[in-house]
C-alpha cells in the first residue's frame, strides 16, 4: 500500500479512486447470457454450467437426499456457529419490524401505511473461490421473517455437480428448499425471466462478481428489482494511536483477501501509526493462504496520513466505504459525524468479519461509494409499504376545497371534477 502524507482535498477523489469497472465490456459478455436464457431455459442454464462450472448438470434443482445428506459433511463445530449466527440475526432483524401505521390528519381523513412482503425473492450465493453459506443467513432470514411467499436460491456447482453442503446447510436450517445449481450472470438470468426449473421473480438479492453485478442491473430494466448496486468488496479503517496496529492489519487483509479487485484505505493519525500498521500487514500476509489476492488487491489500495480529523472525517465521507472501522479515542464523536457507510464497526474489540457473519448485522451492503444513498439489506428490503386513506364524507367537505383549487392551478379540470361531483351529491342530498 502507499502511503500519502495530508493530501490537499482537490486530489482526494484521484487517491481514492477505486478499481475501474469495464462495465460496456462486461456488458458485451453478459447481455447474450441473459438472451440465451430467456430463450432456452433450462438448457441454456445446463449448457453454461458445462461452459463455465466444468460440469454436466442433469438435475438443476438440488434434491432433498442431497440436501438432507449434506447436514452429515458439516463439521458439529461449523454447525453449532450457523446455528449461533442463525441465531443473532434472526433477533437483529425481527426487531426491525414496524407496526403498521393508522392516523386521522383532519378531521374525516385517515391515512395508513402498512408492509407487505414481496412475494417472489431471488437470492444468489456465490460459490466460487469462497462459498458464502454466511449471505444464506443473511438473506434467508429476513426473507422468511418479512413473510415472502417463495424464495428460490441460486448457486453455482462444484466440478463434481455438488453444491458447498454448508450452504445446503444453512438453506435447510431456515427452510429454503427451493434451491437452483446455477451461477454467474445465467443465474441472475433465470431469476428475471424464469424457467422451467427456476421461478421468475420480483426482487433479487445478493453479492457476486462483476458478471453478476452487470446482469443484476439488466435486471431491473425488464421490471425486476435489485437490493442494490454492487461493485468489489471495501474497508476503510480509521486509526489512531489507540488502535493496536496488528488488529487493524487483520481487517484490512480480511477484505483484500476477497479478491484482486477489493480495495482496503487505511486513515491514520500520523505517518507513525500507519508505519506500524503497515509493516503489521506485511508480516500477516506472508501467512495467508491467499496471500497472492491479498496482494493484488494491495495494489488497490492506499494509506492516508491525516492529522487533523474534521478532514479525516470528512474524507471517509467522501469515500462512502462498504465498511468502516473506527479505532480511535474519541470514537462516539467520531461516529456521529458519520454520515456515508454502508456499515460501522467501533472499537479495536469490533473486526468487520463479526459483522460479515454472526454479530447479527447485515452483511450484504453497498460498495463503490453507493453508500452515500443505498443502505444494507434489512427487513425492510424484502418488503414493500402500501399506503391506504379512506374520507368521510365530513372528511371530504373539509378537504376538498383544498384539492379543487390545486388541480385547477395545475390545469388538470377532470382531477377536480373527481372532487366537486361528490361535493355536489353531498350537497343536493343534505
Known amino acids: 500500500m502507499k502511503i500519502i502524507i495530508n493530501p490537499p482535498r482537490p486530489e482526494w477523489l484521484k487517491a481514492m479512486a477505486r478499481p475501474v469497472q469495464k462495465t460496456k465490456d462486461i456488458e458485451k459478455i453478459v447481455r447474450p447470457i441473459m438472451r440465451k436464457v430467456k430463450r432456452q431455459g433450462d438448457k441454456a442454464l445446463k449448457k453454461f454450467a458445462l461452459e463455465y462450472d466444468h460440469v454436466e448438470i442433469q438435475n438443476l434443482q438440488a434434491s432433498r437426499e442431497e440436501i438432507k445428506a449434506a447436514k452429515a459433511l458439516v463439521s458439529p463445530e461449523l454447525q453449532e456457529a450457523i446455528l449461533q449466527a442463525k441465531e443473532n440475526i434472526e433477533k437483529f432483524h425481527e426487531a426491525q419490524a414496524t407496526p403498521d401505521l393508522e392516523m386521522e390528519v383532519m378531521e374525516g381523513v385517515t391515512c395508513m401505511r402498512r408492509s407487505v412482503p414481496i412475494q417472489k425473492v431471488g437470492l444468489y450465493i456465490p460459490g466460487g473461490t469462497a462459498p458464502l453459506f454466511s449471505t444464506v443467513l443473511m438473506l434467508g432470514i429476513p426473507a422468511n421473517l418479512a413473510g415472502c411467499e417463495q424464495i428460490i436460491l441460486c448457486t453455482p456447482p462444484n466440478k463434481e455437480g455438488n453444491i458447498h453442503p454448508a450452504i445446503l446447510y444453512a438453506a435447510d436450517l431456515i427452510g429454503i428448499d427451493k434451491i ?16 422451467d426449473s427456476v421461478p421468475k421473480v420480483d426482487k433479487i438479492f445478493g453479492p457476486g462478481n462483476q458478471y453478476v453485478t452487470a446482469a443484476k442491473q439488466m435486471a431491473v430494466k425488464k421490471g425486476v428489482s435489485i437490493d442494490m448496486p454492487a461493485g468489489p468488496s471495501e474497508v476503510l479503517v480509521y486509526a489512531d494511536e489507540t488502535a493496536i496496529p496488528a488488529f487493524v492489519a487483520a481487517d484490512l487483509l480480511s477484505q483484500a483477501e476477497h479478491g484482486v479487485d477489493s480495495q482496503v484505505i487505511l ?10 500498521i503497515l509493516k503489521e500487514v506485511e508480516t500477516q500476509l506472508e501467512k495467508l493462504p491467499r496471500m497472492e489476492m491479498a496482494k493484488k488487491a494491495l495494489g488497490n489500495s492506499v494509506a492516508f496520513v491525516m492529522p487533523n480529523q474534521d478532514k479525516a472525517i470528512d474524507l471517509i465521507n467522501e469515500y462512502a ?8 479515542e474519541n470514537e462516539d464523536e467520531v461516529v456521529s459525524r458519520i454520515i ?91
Open 180 to 195: 437452483v445449481k446455477a451461477g454467474g450472470a445465467q443465474a441472475i438470468a433465470a431469476l428475471t425471466y424464469g424457467t
Open 267 to 276: 486513515v491514520a493519525s500520523s505517518e507513525k501509526v500507519a508505519n506500524k
Open 321 to 328: 466505504p462498504e465498511h468502516l472501522i473506527i479505532c480511535v
Open 340 to 430: 456515508n457507510a454502508g456499515s460501522v464497526f467501533i472499537g479495536n474489540f469490533t473486526p468487520e468479519s463479526a459483522g460479515d457473519y454472526a454479530s447479527g448485522t447485515n452483511h450484504t451492503l453497498p460498495t463503490y461509494g453507493y453508500a452515500r444513498n443505498y443502505s444494507g439489506v434489512s427487513l425492510d428490503s424484502f418488503v414493500k409499504k402500501i399506503t391506504y386513506q379512506k374520507i368521510t364524507e365530513k372528511g371530504l367537505q373539509n378537504l376538498g376545497p383544498t384539492i379543487e383549487v390545486m388541480a385547477a392551478n395545475e390545469l388538470l379540470f377532470a382531477h377536480k371534477n373527481a372532487v366537486s361531483i361528490r361535493l355536489k351529491y353531498l350537497k343536493d342530498n343534505q
